[in-house]
C-alpha cells in the first residue's frame, strides 16, 4: 500500500507580458519555458504541471481572460488531478527593483495604478472586488508562505517573504485569484522575481522548478496533518510541515516519498 505514493496535485502557472518600464518580462519566458524545462528536468511524483499561461499585465481591461484561465484549470483539460481541492495556481510577477525572490502572503482590495496598464487602466483607490467591501480588505494565502520560504532558502535561493504585493497589476490579479481559490476551495500563490539583470535566467528556472516540488511536498504533508486531526495552516501546523519537509529533502535516498 505504500507503493502508492501522495495523491497528485496540479500546478497551473501564470506570468505576464511586458508592461511600463519593463519591455522584457522575465516572468513570460519562465512561464512559456517551464514545460519544456520540467520536461528535461522531470517533476517529483505527485506533482502535475498544468496549464502555464501568459497574462496581458492589465487589469480590469484583461479580467475576462483572466476568469477564463482560471475556470480553464477547473473544467478544462489540464485539470488532471482527481480533485479540485488539490489544484493551487501559481503566479509569477516582476519586481524590476528585486535582488531576490519574494513570496507573498497576501493582497489587498485596492487598485491604484500609478501609471497606466497596458490597456489604458489608471484607477485610484478602486476595489478590486466591490462585493468584498472597502480597499482595506486584506486577502491571505492559505499556503504556509514563512515554511515554503525556508525550504527555498536552505536550497540555496535569495528568497523572502513579503505582506506587499503593490498596488498595481500583481496585486490585482492576487486577489481576484485569492478570491477565486476562496470560492472553488482551491490554493493560490504569488511569487516577485526580480529581473534576469539581477538573477539569470538559468537560476530562475531553477528555482521555479524548485518552488514547484516544494509546494507539491507541502500539499502532501498538510493533508496528512489534516487526517491526524491538526488545523492545517496554523502555528503548530506550520512547524510539523516544516519539519516534514526538512526531513524530506534531507533524506532523499531513505525516503518513500516523491523529491
Not at 481541492?85 to 487598485?111: D, K, Y
Request: proline letters at 5%; aromatic letters at 8%; glycine letters at 8%.
Amino acid at each position: 500500500m505504500g507503493s502508492e505514493g501522495p495523491p497528485a496535485v496540479t500546478i497551473h502557472v501564470t506570468g505576464f507580458k511586458k508592461f511600463h518600464g519593463v519591455s522584457d518580462n522575465p516572468t513570460e519566458t519562465i512561464v512559456s519555458n517551464l514545460k519544456e524545462y520540467t520536461r528535461k528536468k522531470g517533476l517529483p511524483k505527485g506533482v502535475i504541471l498544468g496549464s502555464c499561461s501568459v497574462l496581458e499585465a492589465a487589469g480590469q481591461g484583461a479580467l475576462a481572460p483572466l476568469n477564463q484561465t482560471l475556470q480553464s484549470a477547473l473544467t478544462g483539460k489540464d485539470s488532471q488531478s482527481s480533485c479540485s481541492e488539490r489544484l493551487i495556481w501559481v503566479h509569477f510577477g516582476v519586481n524590476s527593483g528585486a535582488s531576490r525572490f519574494a513570496i507573498e502572503h497576501q493582497a489587498v482590495n485596492e487598485a491604484t495604478f500609478l501609471f497606466p496598464d497596458e490597456m489604458g487602466w489608471k484607477p485610484q483607490r478602486v476595489p478590486i472586488v466591490p462585493e468584498d467591501g472597502g480597499i482595506s480588505r486584506v486577502r491571505k494565502t492559505s499556503l504556509p508562505v514563512e515554511e515554503i520560504t525556508k525550504v527555498l532558502a536552505k536550497k540555496g535561493y535569495k528568497v523572502m517573504t513579503s505582506d506587499d504585493a503593490g498596488r498595481f497589476v500583481c496585486n490585482y490579479l492576487y486577489y481576484q485569484s485569492l478570491h477565486f481559490a476562496e470560492r472553488n476551495g482551491i490554493k493560490s500563490l504569488f511569487v516577485h522575481v526580480p529581473l534576469f539583470l539581477t538573477i539569470d535566467e538559468e537560476t530562475q528556472m531553477k528555482f521555479a522548478a524548485s518552488l514547484l516540488e516544494v509546494l507539491g511536498e507541502t500539499y502532501f504533508y498538510g493533508e496528512m496533518i489534516l487526517s491526524k486531526g491538526n488545523r492545517w495552516p496554523g502555528p503548530r501546523a506550520g512547524v510539523l510541515v516544516d519539519e516534514a519537509l526538512n526531513i524530506s529533502f534531507n533524506s532523499h535516498a531513505a525516503s518513500a516519498l516523491p523529491c
